[in-house]
C-alpha cells in the first residue's frame, strides 16, 4: 500500500511522545508499506536524524522547516479567524502548497494524519482518498486544567483556546474516514455523538531496549522525567519537588529527587538545590532509571499515555502516579504500581517503597510483567494498520 503520512514533528530523536509514537509506527509500517513521510520541524535536523528516518520511507521524505516570523503571522492569523492557536502554529501557507504536490504527485491509498494540529493541511482533500486521524490525546482537555491553574491574567486566553480546541477536535473528525485515540479516557473527551467509533490504540515500549539493570549503583532516592519544557511535566515536577519530596523527607532527610529531561523551563531549573538535581538532557534516559530507586509521576494535569511510566515500569522500578495518569495504563493499584492522589498519599507511598525494598522489588517485578504483557510496538500498530484497508 502507498501510505502518505504528516506530522507536526520530525519523528527522532525520541524526546517527545508524539515523535516517539510517531516513530515506532513507522518502524513497524515500514515492514509492510511504501512509505512518503511529510513532516513539519521548528528546528534543524540532524543529518544522524535524517538518516534514522530516511530508512522508513521508502517513497521519499520532505521535512518543511517552520520559521519563528511566519509562525507568529500564521498564529494571529488563526487569532483572528477563529481557529485554534494550535492550529495555527503549525499551518503554513508554503507547507500546504508542499502537502497538495505530493497528493498529486504520489497519489496515495491511504493518508495517515497525526494530531488534529495537521488536520487543517488535508481539510482541501476531504474525499479525494482515505484518510485517518490519530488524535493521540485531547489537547481540550489539557487546556481546559491549564486555564483552571495558569495565572489569573493567562486564563482567559487558555480558556478561548480550550473552547476552540473543542470544536476544531469535532470538526475534523467528519474529515476523516478512521480515527485513533491512546486511551478511552481520552476517547469520552472528543464532543461529537460518533466517538465511541475511534479505535483505541495504545503505544507500545521497546522491551529489548528498556530492560532491568539490578546492578546499577542507586543514587538517587525518587526520580522523574520527561520533556521539562512541556507543561504537564513542568507542573508535575514542581508538584514533586515543592510538595510531596518536604513530606517524604520528613522520614528521609537525605532522600534526593532527580528530574531528568530535555530544555527545562525556569520553574524547572528554580528546584535545583541541595536535594533536588536538575539534569537537562540525558544522552541515554535508561541511566537515570538505573540510578533510581523509586520513580514518582504526580501527573496533575494533560491526558494520554505516559511513556515515562511504560519505560520506568519496563525497567523493573516500582512507581508511584495519580489516578490521571493510570486512567489510561490501566495498572491495578497495589500491584503493578502505587496509584494514589494528595501530596500526603503520594509522599507515603514513596516512603513505602524506601522503607520496604523487598515489597517495591515485588511491585517492581509485576509491573516490568505487566508492560511486556500489554505494551507492544507490534500489537499497537496492527490495530492501526487494520483500518487502512
Not at 518502524?27 to 538518516?51: G, P, Q
Not at 490501566?330 to 494528595?342: A, R, Y
Not at 500498530?381 to 487502512?388: H, K, Q
Amino acid at each position: 500500500m502507498k501510505l502518505f503520512v504528516l506530522l507536526s514533528r520530525f519523528p527522532y530523536p525520541l524526546d517527545k511522545g508524539d515523535k516517539l509514537r510517531a516513530f515506532h509506527q513507522l518502524r513497524y509500517l515500514a515492514e509492510r508499506h511504501e512509505i512518503c513521510l511529510f513532516a513539519l520541524s521548528d528546528e534543524e535536523v540532524s543529518a544522524d536524524a535524517m538518516a534514522q528516518v530516511r530508512l522508513l520511507c521508502r517513497a521519499g521524505l520532505v521535512v518543511h522547516r517552520l520559521k519563528r516570523p511566519r509562525i507568529a503571522r500564521n498564529m494571529a492569523r488563526a487569532l483572528a479567524t477563529g481557529r485554534p492557536l494550535q492550529v495555527g502554529y503549525f499551518h503554513d501557507a508554503l507547507a500546504q502548497r508542499q502537502v497538495d504536490g505530493l497528493l498529486r504527485d504520489f497519489q496515495p491509498d491511504h493518508v495517515y494524519c497525526q494530531l488534529i494540529r495537521m488536520a487543517e493541511y488535508l481539510r482541501p482533500h476531504v474525499g479525494e482518498v482515505p484518510m485517518t486521524l490519530d488524535y493521540m490525546d485531547v489537547f481540550s482537555a489539557g487546556m481546559v486544567r491549564r486555564a483552571t491553574q495558569a495565572p489569573l491574567w493567562q486564563r482567559a486566553v487558555w480558556a478561548l483556546e480550550a473552547q476552540r480546541l473543542l470544536a476544531y477536535e469535532a470538526a475534523a473528525f467528519n474529515w476523516f474516514q478512521h480515527h485513533t485515540i491512546i486511551s478511552d479516557q481520552d476517547r469520552q473527551l472528543i464532543q461529537h455523538p460518533r466517538r465511541n467509533e475511534i479505535e483505541i490504540v495504545l503505544n507500545g515500549i521497546d522491551t529489548d531496549f528498556f530492560q532491568p539493570q539490578p546492578a546499577v549503583e542507586k543514587t538517587c532516592d525518587v526520580l522523574f522525567c520527561g520533556n521539562m519544557s512541556y507543561h504537564p511535566n513542568v507542573d508535575a515536577a514542581c508538584f514533586l519537588a515543592e510538595e510531596i519530596m518536604p513530606l517524604v523527607r520528613q522520614r528521609h532527610p537525605a532522600a534526593r529527587l532527580l528530574v531528568a529531561g530535555t530544555t527545562p523551563a525556569p520553574r524547572v531549573q528554580a528546584l535545583a538545590s541541595a536535594h533536588v538535581e536538575i539534569s537537562g538532557w540525558v544522552p541515554d534516559i535508561r541511566a537515570a532509571y538505573a540510578a533510581a530507586r523509586v520513580f514518582a509521576a504526580p501527573m496533575r494535569v494533560g491526558t494520554g499515555l505516559q511513556n515515562k511510566l511504560l519505560e520506568a515500569m519496563a525497567m523493573a522500578l516500582p512507581c508511584v502516579t495519580t489516578p490521571l495518569a493510570n486512567n489510561a495504563l490501566g495498572g491495578t493499584d497495589g500491584e503493578e504500581l502505587l496509584v494514589t492522589k494528595t501530596p500526603q498519599e503520594l509522599a507515603q507511598a514513596i516512603i513505602a517503597l524506601l522503607d520496604n525494598p523487598s515489597q517495591a522489588a515485588k511491585l517492581a517485578t509485576r509491573g516490568h510483567a505487566f508492560v511486556k504483557a500489554h505494551y507492544t510496538w507490534a500489537g499497537a500498530t496492527s490495530r492501526l494498520e487494520a483500518l487502512f484497508g
